[in-house]
């Protein structure tokens, strides 16, 4: 068990909803990491938080959107959803934004139909 | 040309096999992760390195910066090991470290018993 939570673990819906993906990190980890997994593009890094402050983005789309909240956990938040989005979405968290180890949640398996 | 490639894509063995997973990048980089996804779907993160070598139980990881190279091994396969292992880099930012993490496409690895 890595520590990180990650709810739900399997989510259902249809093209044109907005769904919001949760994620606790491990106890004491101000970082906040979030990664889709496609079959066509493998991992590849979204956003991150530190500490309640956006710190970096990837390659995530205008309809998604993250925070981290005051009590470190965060969200995603896909809106508009199409097909193409349907994918494995990871969070993991690290002490620091620097040369820290990461821990991975479960992940959240996302399908739209 | 992907900044992260892994070879091989997949690797099938005999239980008892010692087996060599390797990773090429092309940026300079922070950190490198290897990272073990099971059957399942969920991410272990294996080790995490900036220089030399790492050992953890049957596996080892070493890397070398000039070359730009990280090599994974097994000793001793199990088909427990049987799992994608995905090289990961943190490319070098402007801050000197880095925020994102770039992903290779994995090695699939079957050990039969």
């Known amino acids: 068990d890595s520590g990180v939570t990650q709810t739900p673990k399997h989510l259902i819906t249809a093209t044109g909803q907005r769904v919001t993906l949760r994620c606790s990190p491990r106890?004491?980890?101000?970082?906040v990491y979030w990664y889709q997994q496609s079959l066509d593009q493998g991992l590849q890094f979204l956003i991150q938080?530190?500490?309640?402050?956006?710190?970096a983005k990837g390659n995530i789309l205008e309809r998604f959107s993250a925070q981290q909240f005051p009590d470190l956990h965060s969200e995603l938040n896909l809106s508009s959803l199409e097909l193409g989005d349907s994918a494995l979405y990871f969070c993991?968290?690290?002490?620091?934004?620097?040369?820290?180890?990461?821990?991975f949640g479960s992940g959240t398996q996302l399908s739209v139909l | 040309k992907n900044e992260v490639e892994q070879s091989p894509q997949n690797l099938t063995a005999q239980e008892g096999e010692f087996i060599t997973i390797n990773c090429s990048y092309s940026v300079g980089i922070s950190a490198l992760h290897w990272l073990q996804q099971h059957p399942g779907g969920g991410i272990v993160s294996l080790f995490m390195?900036?220089?030399g070598k790492k050992k953890h139980g049957r596996l080892i990881a070493t890397i070398n910066i000039q070359e730009k190279h990280s090599s994974l091994h097994i000793t001793a396969s199990h088909p427990r090991d049987s799992a994608v292992y995905i090289c990961a880099v943190r490319p070098v930012s402007y801050r000197g470290g880095s925020e994102k993490l770039v992903f290779g496409k994995g090695t699939k690895l079957t050990v039969n018993p």
């Open positions: 938080y530190y500490n309640g402050e956006e710190r």
């Open positions: 993991a968290s690290s002490v620091d934004p620097f040369f820290s180890e990461l821990f």
């Open positions: 390195l900036s220089s």
């Open positions: 106890s004491g980890d101000l970082s």
